[in-house]
């Protein structure tokens, strides 16, 4: 408690008769004077209106109030009205508290005035309790680098660096091959339209050369992140090609006259290139570059450049570490394609006749190594019969859970494709389920049945290789119509899954931001922040997030671009002050907290105490929970206001009480809900707020009891949907054994709830209330004052223990 | 069996739509009494070029022409047509329909109706309070029957 005396105002709102019809505000006025501190409390219809905050302002200034309580509705409704309100009278706005007697009372609680009354009095000395341990907070503001970082350079990276630049930020481009591009650039046609892949790619690949606000960096990786949303300090590792970029012009004489030839990535290895080349023609830039480990030194290369008049071949280029800063990044690496060999049943690098989709990519491209000719690769010759199948590594426990999502259209797309350059050619679909659910797409299915592509449902349990023939055989049922089949053809093309790119758990440990149970880069929200890291000012756009086909990556790219230039567009950026902090001398240097922390917010030096970086921090308090020595703090959230808040709640006759942890984001607002939907239930509940369920120490349970709880609740976010990512995990972890610990102690189990509701779930809550108070009464409060007593001796002593 | 390719790509012309929901099979009443008939796999075997199935087979003959299947189609196949059109071709190409189907044919070139018009009948006609059934018109069935080539077809039949 500060050592300044303590001025407390108390203002209970009638919220017209939306609180006064049930709870008599003057009764509760008056019985919070005698609560310690408050030296005024009063009741008024509206105490959002603007004579209402104005009787709070004049009061702040008359009566030299430090503390402001409002007892009204939701704070998730009108605590920043009020913080204002108390801001513009003078004091500090998070020296401000809330009692929610309105969705959490009188909503809920008609025809019993009385005992809803006796609530709000209790929700009140609560508040009270609260806000006689806060303290004065100042918003945090760090300032922002107008510069952004791309990291991958294809179709998503493009067009997040192309939007960035066009608003006028600076923006470096990082890619980790000699040209950008991306997977875009290799692809033959794009679906459902057919468009020419990199005659759409192409001049949006110049245009980002070209800009005057981009710095493309290819041949390059981002080696180190350091800092927060901003200033984060990049270090970008850029390998040597052995050619300078500023004299070579991409003539292409060095790699007429090089003897060395080896396959080309680029054309999934069906045709070659030389140890001097270039990706592909179109690369951006257009610049050589010297493959060492093919490469003999036989320096006619150097020769051919001298020729031209330059010297832009040099062997001892050494690798470049280059140092940036930038105020925000956008992950956008993209995706591999899924290696058909580790699964056997398909055949491929068994079967030549076997081939990928990439494969088939590029053979179908007039531009490609085979001109256009799809051929077989054991005899050069056109199939007769071709077989796609799809979900190769998708939808498979022993792969890939997930769908990829695109391979059903690139699978028509290629079929098209075929069917439209050989109409006498047998095509077959061997599919699953068809996914085709976007603009375009299922009018492209149709269009794909209308040309005489042979659809079957099924999936090869194995594809067998005829020796003599160099033909396919597909052993499969039919699913259409029940019956197995050996679907024999002369080439098979595999829809392979989409991957998270090669490095993505590297780049994730080098950002400090989670990849997913699949290994792509994981959202802040699945629904309403689907670009954002859960580091703040860190985006991600395109399949580096999940597989996404081009229209998909594209939207998501301009996305991320805004989500960037929103903080770019601002000097400086403002920080939450609710956060940890770590008490040094406190701190034993255990590390726990740095493991449960979800944002790599807190850093420890060997041999030093644990550092919380407030801009990194979240505020969801899980560290302060978990830490063994007590060191760490959530501001706004601290160890004694909790309790003093469990204190008052439990002030009168507690065995009837139920003690209630709400996360702010999922349980608290399905609490809300059951007022808002006037589901009626009984008024036993005391309810206290914390930003996460990872919030709620053992302690706290353990305080509630001894102060003679009847139950106690702890609820948050189901799983997968915690605000603060792995919160909840945390809070399942901490609060589960305690029915076994509480057991012993002699304390029925059942008295603790552990529960997971969402916003959405506001039946849900008033049902576990019921179901609550009616144990209370199965159990009888004699019974539950007899157990509280017997296990006080133990229960004391692990409050001593510390947990 | 050489079967003229115009043929078949009138018939798949729509037929390759399908995409197997098996409505047309869900509502069909022959279905409902006949477990070996599936028009959905009628379309099927089709898309998968059985052709000489489809055609010798009794699936094409099991049809009511009750239009149902047409009328559901997400797709627009068309079934009751294609089924028509698969008869006509079975039938140029020298296919017989199955007994049960020709004794129909017989029984319609002879009295003008598919089903023969019974004492027991014409008696529940008569308690129903209904008029007396007339004869139909067999010549004016034959004159039809000449002037569409289904003349020959039933010569065939009729040995």
């Known amino acids: 408690m500060n050592s300044e005396e303590l001025r407390i105002g108390v203002y209970v709102c009638h919220c017209g008769l939306n609180i006064a019809a049930v709870v008599d505000c003057a009764e509760v006025a008056e019985a919070s004077k005698s609560l310690p501190g408050v030296v005024v409390s009063k009741d008024y219809r509206y105490m959002c209106s603007d004579p209402g905050q104005e009787m709070i302002k004049k009061d702040i200034a008359e009566h030299d109030l430090n503390r402001v309580v409002v007892a009204a509705c939701s704070p998730r409704m009108h605590e920043p009205t009020f913080r204002k309100c108390v801001e513009a009278g003078g004091i500090n706005p998070f020296l401000f508290e809330m009692a929610n007697i309105r969705e959490f009372d009188s909503w809920c609680h008609h025809g019993v005035p009385e005992e809803a009354t006796e609530k709000a009095k209790d929700l009140v000395a609560m508040a009270v309790a609260k806000a006689r341990y806060l303290s004065p907070l100042e918003t945090l503001e760090v300032p922002v680098t107008p510069a952004s970082l791309v990291i991958g350079g294809g179709v998503a990276g493009i067009h997040t660096a192309l939007d960035l630049a066009d608003m006028g930020y600076k923006v470096y481009l990082v890619e980790r091959s000699s040209s950008i591009g991306g997977k875009m650039a290799a692809l033959d046609k794009t679906f459902p339209t057919l468009d020419c892949s990199i005659c759409i790619l192409g001049p949006k690949m110049v245009e980002v050369a070209q800009h005057p606000n981009i710095e493309l960096m290819t041949y390059s990786e981002v080696t180190k992140v350091e800092g927060y949303i901003g200033n984060f300090h990049v270090t970008v590792h850029t390998r040597p090609r052995y050619v300078d970029e500023e004299q070579c012009n991409g003539c292409g004489e060095c790699a007429s006259v090089c003897p060395i030839e080896v396959p080309n990535r680029y054309e999934e290895a069906l045709g070659p290139r030389k140890a001097i080349y270039v990706e592909f023609p179109q690369a951006i830039p257009l610049r050589y570059t010297i493959d060492r480990d093919a490469c003999i030194e036989c320096f006619k290369c150097v020769d051919a450049c001298q020729e031209q008049g330059r010297d832009a071949i040099n062997f001892n280029m050494e690798p470049e570490e280059v140092e940036i800063d930038v105020g925000t990044i956008t992950v956008a690496t993209g995706f591999d394609l899924y290696d058909p060999r580790k699964v056997k049943q398909y055949g491929y690098g068994i079967y030549p006749n076997v081939v990928t989709a990439m494969e088939i990519e590029r053979m179908v491209n007039a531009a490609g190594p085979t001109f256009g000719h799809v051929v077989r690769p054991s005899d050069r010759r056109q199939p007769e019969t071709v077989a796609f199948v799809t979900c190769v590594g998708s939808r498979d426990e022993k792969a890939q859970i997930y769908c990829s999502g695109f391979c059903c259209m690139y699978t028509l797309k290629n079929a098209v494709l075929l069917k439209d350059h050989f109409p006498e050619m047998d095509i077959y679909i061997v599919f699953l389920d068809m996914r085709t659910n976007f603009k375009g797409y299922e009018e492209f299915y149709r269009r794909a049945r209308g040309m005489g592509i042979k659809f079957i449902r099924g999936h090869p349990d194995e594809i067998f290789g005829d020796p003599e023939t160099g033909n396919l055989i597909l052993s499969l049922e039919d699913l259409s119509s029940g019956r197995p089949i050996d679907l024999e053809v002369e080439l098979v093309v595999l829809s392979q899954a989409a991957v998270p790119s090669e490095g993505t758990k590297e780049l994730s440990q080098i950002l400090t931001v989670s990849t997913d149970t699949s290994g792509f880069f994981l959202e802040s929200h699945p629904k309403l922040k689907p670009m954002d890291a859960a580091t703040d000012g860190i985006y991600f756009a395109g399949s580096a997030q999940g597989p996404k086909d081009i229209p998909y990556s594209v939207a998501q790219a301009s996305a991320a671009a805004s989500r960037s230039a929103r903080v770019m567009s601002h000097d400086e950026w403002e920080i939450d002050p609710i956060i940890a902090y770590v008490d040094p001398e406190k701190c034993v240097k255990c590390g726990v907290c740095t493991t449960k922390c979800p944002y790599g917010a807190i850093t420890i030096e060997e041999g030093e105490p644990a550092v919380v970086t407030p801009a990194k921090c979240h505020g969801c308090g899980t560290c302060v929970a978990d830490c063994p020595s007590h060191a760490i703090t959530q501001q706004h959230f601290t160890d004694a206001q909790i309790m003093a808040q469990i204190d008052a709640g439990l002030r009168e006759s507690p065995e009837s009480k139920i003690l209630g942890f709400l996360c702010n984001w999922c349980s608290y607002a399905g609490a809300d809900l059951a007022g808002i939907s006037r589901h009626q239930f009984p008024t036993n509940l005391r309810p206290i707020r914390v930003m996460c369920s990872g919030r709620v120490k053992r302690e706290f349970v353990y305080e509630a009891f001894l102060k003679g709880a009847g139950m106690v609740m702890v609820s948050g976010c189901h799983f997968a949907d915690c605000h603060y990512i792995t919160g909840n995990y945390n809070a399942e972890k901490r609060i589960k054994p305690l029915f076994n610990i509480l057991e012993r102690a002699g304390i029925n189990p059942k008295r603790l709830r552990l529960e997971w509701f969402s916003a959405a779930e506001g039946e849900y809550y008033a049902r576990i209330t019921r179901e609550m108070v009616a144990l209370i009464e199965e159990l009888g409060e004699d019974q539950i004052r007899a157990e509280n007593e017997k296990a006080k001796p133990f229960l004391e002593k692990l409050m001593r223990r510390g947990g | ?159």
Request: charged share 25%; proline share 4%; glycine share 10%.
């Open chain 2, 1 to 159: 069996m050489e079967i003229p390719q115009g043929a078949k790509d009138e018939i798949m012309e729509r037929a390759r739509y399908c995409f197997g929901c098996g409505v047309c099979m869900g509502g069909c009443p022959v279905a409902r009494v006949n477990e070996g008939f599936n028009p959905r796999l009628l379309v099927r075997e089709l898309i998968l070029e059985n052709w000489e199935e489809v055609l010798t087979g009794d699936a094409i003959w099991l049809c009511s022409q009750c239009h149902l299947c047409t009328e559901n189609c997400p797709q627009g196949v068309g079934l009751s047509e294609l089924i028509v059109k698969l008869r006509n071709l079975a039938t140029s190409l020298g296919i017989t329909p199955p007994k049960s189907y020709t004794d129909k044919i017989k029984l319609m070139a002879r009295t003008g109706r598919l089903a023969l018009l019974t004492a027991p009948t014409a008696r529940a006609r008569r308690s129903l309070g209904l008029t007396e059934m007339e004869e139909a018109e067999v010549k004016e069935i034959r004159k039809l029957a000449k002037g569409t080539g289904f003349e020959t077809f039933l010569a065939d039949l009729e040995g």
